[in-house]
C-alpha cells in the first residue's frame, strides 16, 4: 500500500509565502512524474504544477513567476514553494504522483494525497 501525505498548508496574508510537501511512503519502487492540483471551492480541480522523475517541470499560467515545484527522488518527496500569494490561490492543494510499486508485478499506480488547506487573505 503506497500513500502521499501532504503537509505545509496554513491561513497566510497576500504577498506570503509557503512552502507544500508531499512525501510518499509505502511500497515504492520508483516514482514517476509528480505534481500538485488544487481545488477552490465550487470549482473544478485544476492543475498547478509537474515534475518528471528526470526534473522537468510545467506550471499552469496561475503560477508562472510565483511558483515553484522541486522534488527530492531519494526521499520520495515533492514540493511547491508559493511566493506572493494571492487570495485567488485559496484551495485544497492536493500531491499527486504516479508510482511503480515494489511488488512482483511493478504495477503503476496513480495515487492523491488528501490535501491541505491554503487559505490567503487580502
Known amino acids: 500500500q503506497v500513500q502521499l501525505v501532504e503537509s505545509g498548508g496554513g491561513s497566510v496574508q497576500a504577498g506570503d509565502s509557503l512552502r507544500l510537501s508531499c512525501v510518499g511512503s509505502?511500497?515504492?519502487?520508483?516514482?514517476?512524474?509528480m505534481g500538485w492540483h488544487r481545488q477552490a471551492p465550487g470549482k473544478q480541480r485544476e492543475l498547478v504544477a509537474i515534475i518528471t522523475s528526470g526534473g522537468s517541470t510545467n506550471y499552469a499560467d496561475s503560477g508562472k513567476g510565483r511558483f515553484t515545484i522541486s522534488r527530492d527522488n531519494g526521499k520520495n518527496t515533492v514540493f511547491l514553494q508559493m511566493n506572493s500569494l494571492k487570495p485567488g490561490d485559496t484551495a485544497v492543494y492536493y500531491c499527486?504522483?504516479?508510482?511503480?510499486?515494489?511488488?512482483?508485478?511493478?504495477?503503476?499506480?496513480?495515487?492523491w494525497g488528501q490535501g491541505t488547506q491554503v487559505t490567503v487573505s487580502s
Open positions: 499527486n504522483a504516479r508510482i511503480v510499486e515494489a511488488t512482483g508485478g511493478r504495477y503503476e499506480v496513480n495515487i
Open positions: 509505502g511500497s515504492i519502487f520508483s516514482i514517476k512524474d
